[in-house]
């Protein structure tokens, strides 16, 4: 494939501004993945999958600047007894994080370079699996390069959470983040995520769920408002397994959170939600892509965005069903809370079903304030900031009760509470 001359530059760019690390279980892996970015090149416009978000400066050699902005307010999941592990600007701050020992789990760094290591056979792999029948370079390009993130092999119930805490200081940081999460057969593991991470963050997480396996997954992406975030979760789910990821994300002038789930075991369970909270220059993208490959098998998708002065949401959302996949049930919802006339939601719901014994259902609306309930909580002496905040609540309370932890939901929840009042304030 002879790929434009512009798309030629700007790749040949980015991985000039990079070191390609040498040596080690990982060198395969990495070579493949620069081979592949090299075939397809980053992505442009003119891709089907990034027609709604512009990818330029997630392409470019330097990270645009970013100031960091220090939260007033305590750290979210605080209350919670958990695990704690710190990157700062995309590097692992061992001083500042807990002792990594946690009875059913291992969790190692990704320089860990022995020859024979458990990783070897998961990392880039669930990442390449992910490029058909949609490639994704930037991907493929976090596989190549990243130095940093964390090996975590669960082979227990977890007794607690394990916490990944994302700093930003430097205001030209630029993360490259890679995790991987091996999930044994029964095993059981939360796993937390807060922080804006860096000026510019490209992170790939690729999650192995053995049969029997549970994985969730509690995300908050920071509050900083001049950070570029491309993020990458990849999932493969066994017999009896589940698989539950719920993001919120506040401020940022572009994200783009990428979901790609396949789930090759009867019965399996996943479920990928989320939450924005956008306000002015705010572009925030979600793209799913589930494959139902095995019997029985259940997938939710629920999106809520609250966008105002302007803000952007996108929503890319597609089930895939293979032959086979008898009774498949996947459902798929997103829903936009327009708070004024310049904001916009942009969605593509999809559905390809190859089997005939399914129940398999998307829907995807855009909406105002609802007037009767506005009028309803104003009548009862509520002054209207403090009653649209509550309707606000309401209309993404469907995507926070995806979390089945209720001290988890309550931190999300005080979270959109606090962002509200800062709005209305």
């Given at each position: ?74 750290p979210i999941f605080d ?171 506040v401020n940022g002038v ?56 302007g803000a952007t949401g ?112």
């Amino acid at each position: 494939m002879c790929l434009p001359q512009p798309k030629l530059d700007a790749t040949a760019a980015r991985i000039a501004a990079l070191d390609l690390p040498a040596g080690g279980w990982s060198e395969p892996a990495r070579r493949d993945a620069l081979a592949r970015v090299n075939a397809t090149g980053l992505p442009g416009a003119r891709d089907e999958y990034w027609k709604y978000t512009r990818p330029d400066t997630l392409n470019q050699p330097d990270a645009p600047v970013a100031v960091a902005m220090h939260a007033d307010e305590t750290p979210i999941f605080d209350g919670i007894d958990r695990l704690e592990l710190v990157f700062v600007d995309g590097v692992f701050d061992a001083e500042a994080s807990d002792s990594p020992e946690l009875a059913g789990v291992t969790i190692e760094h990704l320089s860990t370079m022995a020859d024979i290591h458990w990783a070897k056979d998961l990392y880039g792999k669930l990442e390449t699996a992910g490029q058909t029948p949609v490639q994704r370079p930037l991907a493929a390009l976090n596989t190549a390069f990243a130095t940093e993130g964390l090996l975590i092999n669960v082979t227990g119930a977890a007794e607690k959470p394990v916490s990944l805490v994302y700093r930003h200081v430097s205001e030209t940081s630029d993360a490259i983040l890679h995790h991987v999460v091996k999930v044994a057969e029964g095993a059981e593991l939360t796993l937390l995520e807060n922080g804006p991470a860096a000026a510019r963050i490209n992170k790939v997480m690729e999650v192995d769920i053995a049969d029997g396996g549970t994985f969730h997954h509690i995300r908050a992406q920071g509050r900083d408002h001049d950070r570029r975030a491309a993020t990458h979760i990849f999932a493969r789910l066994g017999t009896e397994s589940t698989f539950k990821s719920f993001t919120l994300t506040v401020n940022g002038v572009l994200t783009r959170n990428e979901v790609v789930l396949e789930l090759t075991g009867d019965d399996a369970v996943a479920h990928v939600a989320g939450a924005c909270m956008g306000d002015g220059n705010f572009h925030h993208d979600d793209t799913v892509f589930v494959t139902h490959d095995a019997v029985n098998c259940e997938s939710r998708q629920v999106f809520k965005k609250v966008l105002r002065n302007g803000a952007t949401g996108v929503f890319q959302g597609k089930i895939l069903v293979k032959p086979g996949a008898q009774k498949t049930d996947g459902y798929q919802i997103s829903q936009s809370l327009l708070l004024d006339g310049d904001s916009q939601f942009l969605a593509k719901p999809e559905l390809e079903i190859y089997a005939d014994d399914v129940a398999c259902s998307h829907g995807s609306t855009s909406g105002a304030i609802d007037d009767e309930g506005l009028f309803y909580l104003r009548a009862r002496g509520l002054p209207r900031g403090v009653a649209e905040d509550l309707l606000t609540i309401a209309f993404i309370a469907e995507a926070v009760q995806e979390i089945e932890d209720e001290r988890l939901q309550e931190e999300i929840v005080s979270r959109v509470e606090g962002w509200l009042a800062r709005r209305r304030g």
